[in-house]
C-alpha cells in the first residue's frame, strides 16, 4: 500500500467503484455491448446550443465570469424556475455551478458541520454520501419501497429524525427509480421540516422529465419554506448537456453572499462557454426537449410490459429515464445479475448497491438507447432469464 494511500482520511471511501471498475473492463473485452446502465442522454447537444456556443467562442468570450455566473443566465434561470415551477427568485439568489454535483457540494460545505446527520431519500444518487462524509456529516437512508412505486413517505423521514438532523435531501423525479413524490406527500414533507427546523435541499435535476399523470411541486412554492430551501438544477439531463456542466443552485440572497467565495474556491466559475450555451438552452426554442421527452416515454412505455413478460417486477417510473427492477424472481441477487449478464449478453445494467440500495435484488436500467437497440437488449435479457428457468 502507498503512503498516499494509507493516510487517506476515513472518509474517503472507494463505495462501489470496484464493481463498476470491473464491469466497465468485462466490458471493454466484449464486442456489440448494449449499456443500459448510464445516465448520460443518447441525444445530443439540441443544435442551436451548440451554435451559441460557438458564436461565444468566436467573440472571444471565454474569459472568467463572475463566481455566480453571467448575469444575462442568472437572469433567465430566475425567468424559467419562475416560469416552469413557480418558484420565486432574484438573480442574485442564483449561483451557476460546475453542474449539479457542484451545486451539492457546495451546499454541504457552507450548510454540514461535524456529526450532523443528513437524511436523503433512498435508494439514491451517493454523490450526496459522498459530500456529506466530506464535510464531516453522517448520512442517514430514508427508505423508499417498490409497493409505493417509491416515493416517499412522510412517516419514514420522521422516524429517523434525531437532534442531530440538520436537513433532508428530496429528490423528485428520484435517481435511480425514477419515483415522483406526489403534491400532497411534498406538503406533509414541508409541515414536517417547519416543525422539525429542517433545511430542505430540493434536487430537482429531472424535474422537466414527467410523465403524465404524474405532477411535480417545487417545495420552495410552499408557505414558509423559501428560506430554508435550497432549489438544485441544472441542463445536464434535460437538454442533453452533460458534458457542458452546468447547474445551479437557488436559495436566499444572503446564504448565496456568504457561500460566494467557497464557490469562487471550487472552480472560480463555471466554464463560460458553458453558460452561454446554457443561456440559449433556456432563452431558445424548446421543440427539442419536447422531442426528447416524447422518445423517452415512447421508450419507457414499451419497456415497462417488457419487463413484466420477463417475470420481473418494478416501482412505476413517473419520471427521468430510469426503471428500478426486482430482479428476485431470478434467484440471482444484483451483483452477479449484472455481471454474469453482461458476460453471456453484452447488456450492460448497473445493481442498485451502486446507489445505496441494501435490497440485494434490484438493478437500474436507464432507456437511454434508441428503441430498436432497447428492444434487442430486452431479446436478450428474456433469453438470459429463460435459459436459467430451463436449467433449474
Known amino acids: 500500500m502507498s503512503l498516499l494511500v494509507d493516510r487517506l482520511a476515513p472518509r474517503i471511501t472507494e463505495e462501489d467503484g470496484s464493481f463498476r ?9 466484449l ?44 437572469q433567465a434561470i430566475v425567468a424559467d424556475l419562475n416560469g416552469t415551477y413557480g418558484l420565486d427568485y432574484d438573480p442574485d439568489e442564483i449561483v451557476v455551478t ?20 443528513v437524511l436523503i431519500t433512498s435508494p439514491r444518487f451517493t454523490t450526496y454520501d459522498t459530500a456529506v462524509h466530506l464535510c464531516g456529516g453522517v448520512p442517514v437512508p430514508v427508505p423508499t419501497y417498490e409497493k409505493d412505486d417509491f416515493a416517499l413517505d ?12 440538520r436537513m433532508f435531501v428530496l429528490v423528485t423525479p428520484n435517481n435511480p427509480t425514477g419515483a415522483v413524490t406526489p403534491p400532497d406527500m411534498i406538503r406533509k414533507i414541508a409541515d414536517l421540516a417547519i416543525k422539525h427546523d429542517l433545511i430542505i435541499v430540493s434536487d430537482e435535476i429531472y424535474a422537466r422529465m ?43 440572497k444572503d446564504f448565496v453572499v456568504k457561500m460566494t467565495e467557497t464557490r469562487h474556491s471550487l472552480s472560480i466559475n463555471t466554464c463560460t ?28 412505455d414499451w419497456l415497462m410490459p417488457a419487463l413484466t413478460e420477463a417475470g420481473f417486477t418494478y416501482g412505476h417510473p413517473g419520471g427521468a429515464f430510469y426503471i428500478y427492477v426486482n430482479i428476485s424472481s431470478t434467484g440471482m441477487n444484483a451483483p452477479e ?19 445505496g440500495d441494501e435490497n440485494p435484488y434490484f438493478i437500474r436500467i436507464g432507456y437511454l438507447q434508441p428503441l430498436p437497440v432497447i428492444k434487442e437488449a430486452m431479446a436478450r435479457i428474456s433469453a438470459f432469464v429463460q435459459k436459467r428457468k430451463d436449467a433449474a
Open 21 to 29: 471498475t470491473r464491469m466497465l473492463g468485462i466490458a471493454s473485452g
Open 31 to 74: 464486442t456489440n455491448v448494449i449499456a443500459m446502465g448510464r445516465g448520460d442522454p443518447d441525444f445530443h447537444t439540441p443544435a442551436h446550443i451548440v451554435d451559441a456556443a460557438k458564436a461565444a467562442l468566436d467573440a472571444n468570450q471565454h474569459h472568467y465570469t463572475g463566481p455566480t455566473g453571467l448575469p444575462a443566465l442568472r
Open 98 to 117: 460546475a453542474g449539479v454535483q457542484e451545486s451539492i457540494m457546495l451546499t454541504m460545505l457552507g450548510l454540514v458541520a461535524p456529526g450532523d446527520e
Open 154 to 165: 412522510v412517516a419514514e423521514i420522521e422516524a429517523r429524525i434525531t437532534p442531530r438532523t
Open 210 to 252: 414527467i410523465y403524465a399523470p404524474n405532477e411535480h411541486l417545487s417545495i420552495a412554492t410552499l408557505p414558509g419554506m423559501k428560506d430554508r430551501t435550497i432549489t438544485l438544477n441544472g441542463f445536464s439531463k434535460t437538454y442533453a448537456m452533460t458534458g457542458w456542466r452546468v447547474g445551479y443552485l437557488a436559495a436566499p
Open 273 to 300: 462557454v458553458s453558460q452561454f450555451a446554457a443561456l440559449a438552452a433556456l432563452t431558445g426554442p424548446q421543440e427539442p426537449i419536447n422531442e426528447m421527452l416524447a422518445e423517452y416515454q415512447e421508450r419507457r
Open 337 to 355: 445479475f449484472c455481471e454474469q449478464l453482461l458476460r453471456e449478453t453484452g447488456v450492460m445494467v448497473f445493481p442498485g448497491a451502486l446507489f
